[in-house]
Structures are given as structure tokens and as C-alpha cells.
């Protein structure tokens, strides 16, 4: 089952469970959905989310990634959607789509 992100109210749905999600979540979540099958870097995701010029990001954008996989992933610690890339960033699994 893949998550469904809805727009107006900021909330992912993820089977019969749905979460509401920061603005920054949100925007992640979705930029990753949008280029499921991508390794996007960290940069590239602060500079799209933020709108502004990445500087030392990969900190934030792993806080955000690990509150997204406790809100979307069966098992957090193990995730299946949201697979990182030491050092290249993270891909939202195009199979999940």
C-alpha cells in the first residue's frame, strides 16, 4: 500500500492510518514522491523545500527524514519506502508508488 499525501490538509495516509505532517515534512515527502525512483541529495531537498541556498543541511534533512519514516514506515528503524544513500542522499522506492 502506498502512501497518499492530500494537499488541504497536509496529511499523509498510509493504509487506514493517517498523520498530519509539518509544512517541511510535507514538502520533503512530497519532492521525494515526486522523484520516486531518484536519489535526491540533501541539498537538492533543502534548496527545494526551503527555497534557499543549502549550507551544512544533511542534519536537518535526516531529523525530518527519520520523523517522516516514524509517521509513514511499518518499521521505522528498518524502512522499505524511504531508502538513504551514504553520502548521495535519499530515494523514495518507486515499487511503493
Not at 493504509?15 to 498530519?20: D, H, L, M, Q, S
Not at 505532517?21 to 534548496?47: D, F, H, P, R, V
Not at 535526516?62 to 538513504?84: M, N, T, Y
Not at 551514504?86 to 518507486?94: A, I, L, P, T
Request: hydrophobic fraction near 35%.
Amino acid at each position: 500500500m502506498n502512501p497518499v499525501l492530500n494537499d488541504e490538509t497536509r496529511t499523509v495516509s498510509f493504509g487506514e492510518k493517517t498523520n498530519t505532517l509539518t509544512n517541511k515534512e510535507y514538502g520533503i515527502l512530497s519532492y521525494l514522491m515526486e522523484n520516486a525512483g531518484e536519489i535526491c541529495s540533501s541539498e537538492q531537498i533543502y534548496q527545494t523545500v526551503w527555497d534557499a541556498e543549502p549550507f551544512d543541511c544533511r542534519l536537518i534533512i535526516s531529523v525530518h527524514i527519520r520523523h517522516i519514516r516514524e509517521k509513514i514506515e511499518k518499521d521505522p528503524s528498518h524502512p522499505s519506502l524511504i531508502k538513504a544513500f551514504w553520502g548521495r542522499g535519499y530515494r523514495f522506492e518507486k515499487d511503493a508508488m
